[in-house]
C-alpha cells in the first residue's frame, strides 16, 4: 500500500508550513466534526434515494469532504507516529474475522438488531 507514502507528504507538507505548533490533536479531531457536519448538511432528512441524488448533485463537495477527512486522519497518524499501512491491514483483517461473509453478506452488523458481528 501506499499510504505511508501520503502520510509522509502530509507531514511534509505540515512541517514545511510551520503548522505542527498550530494544530493539536483535538483541533484535529473538532476539524473533523466540521467536516462531518458540512457533508450531514447535503444529506440530512432525507431518504437513502435522495441522498444518492444529492451526493450526486454535490459531488464536488463529496469528493473534499472525503479528501479532507482523509488528510486528517493521516495528519493524525503521522503526529502519533501511527503505520497507517499497516494499521489498515490489521483493521482489515480484523474485520473479515468479525464479519465472515457467509455470516454478513446482505446483512448488517448490529447484534442488537438480529446482525453479526463475532468480535471478541
Known amino acids: 500500500m501506499v499510504v505511508n507514502e501520503i502520510q509522509d507528504e502530509i507531514k511534509k507538507f505540515n512541517e514545511d508550513r510551520e503548522w505542527g505548533k498550530y494544530w493539536e490533536i483535538k483541533d484535529l ?39 479532507d477527512m482523509l488528510f486528517l486522519i493521516l495528519k493524525i497518524a503521522a503526529i502519533c507516529n501511527v503505520d497507517s499501512d499497516k494499521s489498515i491491514k490489521d483493521v482489515l483483517e480484523e474485520y473479515k474475522k468479525r464479519f465472515p461473509l457467509d455470516k454478513v453478506k446482505g446483512g448488517h452488523a448490529n447484534i442488537k438488531a438480529g446482525g453479526v458481528d463475532l468480535k471478541e
Request: hydrophobic share 40%; charged share 40%; aromatic share 8%.
Open 29 to 67: 479531531l473538532l476539524n473533523m466534526n466540521e467536516e462531518i457536519g458540512e457533508m450531514w448538511n447535503i444529506i440530512k432528512w432525507v431518504d437513502e434515494k435522495k441522498q444518492e441524488e444529492l451526493i450526486n448533485k454535490n459531488k464536488r463537495e463529496v469528493d473534499d469532504f472525503v479528501g
